[in-house]
C-alpha cells in the first residue's frame, strides 16, 4: 500500500532550489504550496484551520480545540527532541493521557511520527524515549512563527528544522516506492548519539545530519562510537551537512543537503556492497 506523502527532493526541485535550505524550510513540501506559488505562512495557515476544524472531528470529538492547537504548537518547538509527554501535558495544560491521545491523533493523520530509538543486546544504557519529527517541516516553521528565510536562518530551532527535514526525506524517499523501512535513532546514557540507523537484517547504514556549512571533525564522533560498539555490522555511514560540496573523510561520505534525492539510493549501495 503507498502512503501519499508531501513532496521528496526531486519532486521538489521542479520548482524550488534545493540548495537555499532557509527557504525550503520555510515552504516545506506541500504540493499545492509548489504548484500555485501561494504564500506559505498564509498557505499554511489556512491548511492548519482546515485540518483542525474539518479533519480532527472526523477522527475524533476535542473538547478544547484551543489547547489542542497549542499541543501542536508545542510539538513543533520540540522537533528532533526525545518526546516527552508529562512535559507536553503540562505546558498545554492537559493530563498526560490526553497528550498521548492527541500524539496518536497526530500521527495517525499524518501531521508528526514518531522515530524509534535503536535496541540491541549490547552494555551500554540505551535510551527508550522515541524522537519526535512533522512530515512537512514548513508546518513546524509556521507553527514556530516563522514567517520569512531570514528569521529561519536565525531561529535557535533551525538546526532542529534541518534534520527534520532531512529525516521526513528519508523516510518520504522510501514510502513513495512502497516501501516501509526500518527506521532508528540511537542514544545511550552517556549522550553519545546517531541520527538515524537505517536496519536490514544484521546490517546497518548509519547517518547523521549537521546543519552547518563546513565540516567539522566532530561531525563524525557519534558515528564511530557506534560503529565501536556494534562493529561490522555497520557497512556505512554518511554525513548530510548544510554545505555544498561532497566529500569523503576516513570512512564515511559526506554529502551536501542539496544532493540528498538520492540519498536512499546510496544507502541501498551500503548494502549492497
Not at 18 to 44: E, S
Not at 172 to 178: A, D, I, L, P
Request: charged content about 25%.
Amino acid at each position: 500500500m503507498l502512503t501519499l506523502l508531501p513532496f521528496d527532493w526531486r519532486e521538489v526541485q521542479a520548482f524550488q532550489d534545493v540548495y537555499d535550505v532557509d527557504k525550503l524550510i520555510l515552504h516545506g513540501f506541500y504540493p499545492r504550496l509548489h504548484q500555485m506559488r501561494i504564500n506559505p505562512t498564509q498557505a499554511l495557515a489556512d491548511y492548519f484551520e482546515t485540518y483542525v476544524q474539518r479533519d480532527i472531528r472526523q477522527l475524533v470529538q476535542i473538547r478544547n480545540v484551543g489547547a489542542f492547537k497549542r499541543f501542536v504548537r508545542l510539538c513543533a518547538g520540540r522537533v528532533g527532541q526525545l518526546l516527552n509527554l508529562n512535559s507536553l501535558g503540562n505546558d498545554a495544560g492537559v493530563t498526560h493521557t490526553t497528550a498521548r491521545e492527541w500524539i496518536s491523533i497526530l500521527e495517525a493523520s499524518y501531521i508528526v511520527f514518531l522515530l524509534p530509538p535503536w535496541h540491541a543486546n549490547i552494555a551500554k544504557r540505551l535510551i527508550k524515549t522515541p524522537k519526535i519529527y512533522f512530515w512537512d517541516v514548513g508546518l513546524a516553521s509556521y507553527l514556530l512563527g516563522l514567517q520569512e528565510e531570514k528569521q529561519v536562518s536565525r531561529d535557535p530551532l533551525r538546526g532542529s528544522l534541518f534534520e527534520n527535514m532531512v529525516v521526513a526525506e528519508l523516510f518520504k524517499q522510501h514510502y513513495h516506492q512502497g516501501v516501509r523501512p526500518r527506521l532508528s535513532f540511537y542514544r545511550d546514557s552517556a549522550g553519545n548519539e546517531v541520527d538515524v540507523v537505517i536496519d536490514r537484517g544484521n546490517d546497518l547504514v548509519l547517518l547523521e545530519i549537521k546543519a552547518g556549512q563546513t565540516v567539522s571533525r566532530n561531525y563524525f564522533q557519534g558515528l564511530e562510537r557506534f560503529a565501536g560498539v556494534v562493529g561490522e555490522r555497520v557497512k556505512g555511514g554518511i554525513v548530510v551537512f548544510g554545505g555544498e560540496k561532497a566529500q569523503r573523510r576516513s570512512a564515511w561520505e559526506v554529502l551536501p543537503v542539496g544532493d540528498i534525492g538520492g540519498l536512499r539510493n546510496r544507502v541501498e549501495q551500503f548494502f549492497l556492497n
